[in-house]
């Protein structure tokens, strides 16, 4: 089984700044990870696809990047709608896994 | 406008049985592989197991935790996934999601709340 590794756990953050989360997988998914926000008692949503490719609709301060075992989740200039928990998936190999989520706290 | 909406959702007792299903519009049913994810409560998102589209089968695949208690079947004259759920455990308390499954979730119902206890 395929383990992400999220970081940090929480954020706090003021709006405006910059926010990075990493996604670290036990072993080599090439680019097949991806990224969902989820906002309290909502369905979590797709935010970036295949490590690095934007999703329609999705605002474009939501970017990632990485390959490999390494990604990163940056949202620039956060806005206050950004709180949310951030989660990274896998579906480079079975079982499909998830990373323990991200909690950002807009300050 | 896509929409997925779960219902069956409840209160069980542990070692029973419940049936969920995941009514489609919006799209063609048939085209894709529906999955289903669950969240218990306060917790992260787990996969609980897929259906691929006939075109590549039908078959299914499912997580270590439910494997041989939990079947995922799709009718896709209806537009509807179901997950049968049994011998059900209180552990399997949880939000169940129904999605859209593209290598990547493109698409989520609302959830529908499972809980098992006695």
């Known amino acids: 089984e395929i383990v992400l590794t999220q970081s940090p756990d929480f954020q706090s953050v003021t709006p405006k700044e910059k926010v990075t989360i990493t996604c670290r997988a036990s072993q080599s998914i090439g680019s097949s990870l991806h990224w969902y926000q989820q906002k309290p008692d909502q369905s979590p949503k797709l935010l970036i696809k295949s490590a690095s490719q934007s999703v329609s609709g999705v605002p474009s301060r939501f970017s990632g990047s990485g390959s490999g075992t390494d990604f990163t989740l940056t949202i620039n200039s956060l806005e206050a709608e950004d709180a949310a928990a951030y989660y990274c998936?896998?579906?480079?190999?079975?079982?499909?896994?998830f990373g323990g989520g991200t909690k950002v706290e807009i300050k | 406008e896509v929409q997925l909406v779960e219902s069956g959702g409840g209160l069980v007792q542990p070692g029973r049985s419940l049936r969920l299903s995941c009514t489609v519009s919006g799209f063609t049913f048939g085209d894709y592989t529906m999955s289903w994810f669950r969240q218990a409560p306060g917790k992260g998102l787990e996969w609980v197991g897929f259906?691929?589209?006939?075109?590549?089968?039908?078959?299914?695949e499912y997580a270590a935790s439910v494997k041989g208690r939990f079947t995922i079947s799709r009718d896709d004259s209806k537009s509807v996934a179901y997950v049968q759920m049994n011998s059900l455990k209180t552990e399997d308390t949880a939000v169940y999601y129904c999605?859209?499954?593209?290598?990547?979730?493109?698409?989520w119902g609302q959830g529908t709340l499972v809980t098992v206890s006695s």
């Open positions: 998936h896998q579906s480079g190999s079975l079982p499909l896994t």
């Open positions: 999605t859209r499954y593209r290598g990547y979730i493109d698409y």
């Open positions: 259906i691929r589209s006939n075109t590549y089968g039908g078959t299914t």
